[in-house]
Each structure stands twice: as structure tokens, then as C-alpha cells.
């Protein structure tokens, strides 16, 4: 059974930064994908970043751009978010997604098979 087990999250003052980390585990084979979506409150969850494990490509929506890097760790199969210059916008909660089918893509929320329990981040100005 495969399960994401996510750390960091929690507070920080606008500006400041925040690193999160998510371990996958129970899958021998190589993921296809992994990324990070979130989701405040009232509003749909997003993707905010995602990375091609096998051909390394990565995502940012256009808000997070120049502020967040996903990065594959050197543990396999972990993936980490560095959130820098945060803002108040950027609280939410955020999810870890992950999927190991070669059509994967971490993309959308409602096609990527396996999710963390999700983290709080709270950003305040």
C-alpha cells in the first residue's frame, strides 16, 4: 500500500520560509510523478508544484513562481517544497500527491491516485 508521509508546514511571517517534505513509501518501482497541491479554505485545491521523477521536468503555477523549488531528495522517493518570500495567500492546507502509472502526471487532483494527509501552513502579515 503506498502512503506519503508529509513533514514540515506550520507558521511563518510574510516573507519568510518554509520547507516541506513528503516520503513515499510501499511501491518497489520508480514514481512517475510527485507534487504538492493546496487548498485554503472556500476555494478549490490547486497544484502548486509537480516533478517528472523519471524525466525531471517540473511545474509551478504562475503564483509561486520564483518563490517555491520541488526538488527530488537524495532519499528515494522523496520529494521536498522550499517556500521562500511567502506570502498571506500562501496559507492553506497543502497535500502531497504522488502516482507510479507511466501515464501520470501529478497534474490534476481528481487523477493522481495517492495523497498525504495534508499539512497546514499558515502565513501572516
Known amino acids: 500500500q503506498i502512503q506519503l508521509v508529509e513533514t514540515g508546514g506550520g507558521s511563518a511571517q510574510a516573507g519568510g520560509s518554509l520547507r516541506l517534505s513528503c516520503a513515499a513509501s510501499?511501491?518497489?518501482?520508480?514514481?512517475?510523478?510527485m507534487g504538492w497541491f493546496r487548498q485554503a479554505p472556500g476555494k478549490e485545491r490547486e497544484g502548486v508544484a509537480r516533478?517528472?521523477?523519471?524525466?525531471?521536468?517540473?511545474y509551478y503555477v504562475d503564483s509561486v513562481k520564483g518563490r517555491f523549488t520541488i526538488a527530488q531528495d537524495n532519499a528515494k522517493n522523496t520529494v521536498s517544497l522550499q517556500m521562500n518570500s511567502l506570502k498571506p495567500e500562501d496559507t492553506a492546507m497543502y497535500y502531497c500527491?504522488?502516482?507510479?502509472?507511466?501515464?501520470?502526471?501529478?497534474?490534476?487532483?481528481?487523477?493522481?491516485?495517492?495523497w498525504g494527509q495534508g499539512m497546514q501552513v499558515t502565513v501572516s502579515s
Open positions: 516533478i517528472d521523477l523519471r524525466g525531471g521536468d517540473v
Open positions: 510501499g511501491w518497489d518501482g520508480r514514481y512517475k510523478c
Open positions: 500527491a504522488a502516482d507510479v502509472r507511466s501515464t501520470g502526471d501529478c497534474a490534476e487532483s481528481r487523477r493522481t491516485p495517492y
